[in-house]
T-cell receptor, first 114, second 112 residues
């Protein structure tokens, strides 16, 4: 497709389980971002990838969160030992490069931790 | 205090009205300014993108940036019920500060 694709669109899991969220960016976009959107905190930056450079992980809230990007395209965000406060919408965005170019978002994964 | 402040609303206007949405910010390093529209259970959709100060117009939408006052605005002319959504301002700096910092969003309802 032409836009950013995220899967699954919804995920319900039990506390303590691990989850994996996937993002397929717009073709040709070298920069990829993960954000989290929750009612109390709004939209918060998590992690950013640019080409083959080391990712900027400065927004990850704890070491239970990790992400990787394979082949400069698809990215997965992994949350280990999920907690109820991890419940949120996880959004992925991509841009042509990282130098202030506009970011285009997917529709997100709605994660609910029971 | 948050880096980006945005009135959460809700804001309700009649169809055809001019809507004014605003954000203030404190970080003088911000150089790129964006407005996103977000419908319920959808991702943010880019509406306007501007660099530094000035005005930009696209159809019924006008974005204004006043860096001296650290104030940005989005105007919607001839508002339509389909404009009902949450509007998010976002901004970023240059260099290593590439992630977007968002306002909390303003919920807009345009009544037919």
């Amino acid at each position: 497709g032409a836009g950013v694709s995220q899967s699954p669109s919804n995920k319900v899991t039990e506390k303590g389980k691990d989850v994996e969220l996937r993002c397929d960016p717009i073709s040709g976009h070298t920069a990829l971002y993960w954000y989290r959107q929750s009612l109390g905190q709004g939209l918060e930056f998590l992690i950013y990838f640019q080409g083959n450079s080391a990712p900027d992980k400065s927004g990850l809230p704890s070491d239970r969160f990790s992400a990787e990007r394979t082949g400069g395209s698809v990215s997965t965000l992994t949350i280990q030992r999920t907690q109820q406060e991890d419940s949120a919408v996880y959004l992925c965005a991509s841009s042509t490069n990282a130098g202030g170019q506009p970011q285009h978002f997917g529709d997100g994964t709605r994660l609910s931790i029971l | 205090q948050k880096e980006v402040e945005q009135d959460p609303g809700p804001l309700s206007v009649p169809e055809g009205a001019i809507v004014s949405l605003n954000c203030t910010y404190s970080n003088s390093a911000f150089q790129y300014f964006m407005w996103y529209r977000q419908y319920s259970r959808k991702g943010p959709e880019l509406l306007m993108y501007t660099y530094s100060s000035g005005n930009k117009e696209d159809g019924r939408f006008t974005a204004q940036v006043d860096k001296s006052s650290k104030y940005i605005s989005l105007f919607i002319r001839d508002s339509q019920p389909s404009d009902s959504a949450t509007y998010l301002c976002a901004m970023s700096g240059t260099g290593s500060a590439r992630q977007l910092t968002f306002g909390s969003g303003t919920q807009l309802t345009v009544l037919p």
